[in-house]
């Protein structure tokens, strides 16, 4: 099982690792965007982190609907607004819940991952940040049955290659598509975060 006390163990130390990799992931949105992505999703977590504390939500639940109201708040960008969907539709999956097995968790994933493709209307192989969430949700569901540990390690991986993937790719959606032709031969920003965030989970979850 995932504990209440795990999550909020994964969010926090994800305040750590965007901090230590904030210049690492503007560089590459240097590349195809406007450079601020690290800087984002640092601040982002930042205050994700400092909401939790002062909140101290009672059920998972409640702490991922602080993370997401605290995102959408602090993250001017596009991934402020699609993390945030992320995070709200999770919240809402884990509603007054003090933990949660891996079929919970694969199926928030999944709520979380429509969220995202209902409001920024990207699909597979557009170069975002779902090139990494879609084979993370694909091997999360071939792990069911599983040990948690083995399937969010599955996920990371998975969504490593899918990031990596992303270089060949030219953006169709969001600020790197401006760039056309140019946007290949790029990691994209967006699926390096995700792919940080599944291997943070990996780490404190499993
Ligand atoms: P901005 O592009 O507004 O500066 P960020 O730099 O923080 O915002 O985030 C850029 C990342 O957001 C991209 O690398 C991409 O992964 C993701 N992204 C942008 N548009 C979309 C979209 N429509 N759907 C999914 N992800 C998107
Ligand atoms: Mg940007």
Same mark, same amino acid.
């Given at each position: 099982?995932?504990?209440?006390?795990?999550?909020?163990?994964?969010?926090?130390?994800?305040?750590?690792?965007?901090?230590?990799?904030?210049?690492?992931?503007?560089?590459?949105?240097?590349?195809?965007?406007?450079?601020?992505?690290g800087v984002n999703m640092a601040r982002g977590f930042n205050a994700v982190a400092? @909401? *939790?504390?002062? =909140?101290?939500? /009672?059920?998972?639940?409640? %702490?991922?609907? &602080?993370?997401?109201?605290?995102?959408? #708040?602090?993250?001017?960008?596009?991934?402020?607004?699609?993390?945030?969907?992320?995070?709200?539709?999770?919240?809402?999956?884990?509603?007054?819940?003090?933990?949660?097995?891996?079929?919970?968790?694969?199926?928030?994933?999944?709520?979380?991952?429509?969220?995202?493709?209902?409001?920024?209307?990207?699909?597979?192989?557009?170069?975002?940040?779902?090139?990494?969430?879609?084979?993370?949700?694909?091997?999360?569901?071939?792990?069911?049955?599983?040990?948690?540990?083995? @399937? *969010?390690?599955? =996920?990371?991986? /998975?969504?490593?290659?899918? %990031?990596?993937? &992303?270089?060949?790719?030219?953006?169709? #959606?969001?600020?790197?598509?401006?760039?056309?032709?140019?946007?290949?031969?790029?990691?994209?920003?967006?699926?390096?975060?995700?792919?940080?965030?599944?291997?943070?989970a990996a780490a404190i979850l499993g």
């Open positions: 099982m995932i504990t209440r006390q795990q999550i909020v163990d994964w969010i926090k130390k994800l305040d750590t690792v965007y901090s230590e990799q904030k210049d690492f992931l503007s560089r590459l949105d240097s590349d195809i965007g406007d450079g601020d992505h400092s @909401a *939790l504390d002062t =909140a101290q939500p /009672a059920d998972i639940g409640a %702490a991922l609907k &602080t993370v997401s109201t605290s995102l959408i #708040k602090t993250v001017g960008g596009a991934s402020g607004p699609l993390y945030g969907t992320f995070f709200l539709r999770c919240a809402a999956a884990f509603a007054g819940k003090q933990e949660i097995d891996l079929d919970a968790w694969t199926a928030a994933l999944e709520k979380g991952v429509q969220g995202i493709e209902q409001l920024g209307k990207a699909q597979k192989g557009d170069k975002t940040m779902l090139d990494a969430w879609f084979p993370a949700l694909d091997a999360l569901k071939s792990a069911s049955g599983s040990g948690i540990k083995e @399937a *969010l390690e599955a =996920a990371a991986d /998975a969504a490593e290659e899918g %990031a990596r993937a &992303t270089i060949p790719l030219q953006a169709r #959606k969001g600020r790197a598509s401006y760039l056309g032709e140019r946007s290949i031969g790029h990691q994209d920003p967006g699926a390096t975060s995700t792919m940080l965030l599944l291997q943070t």
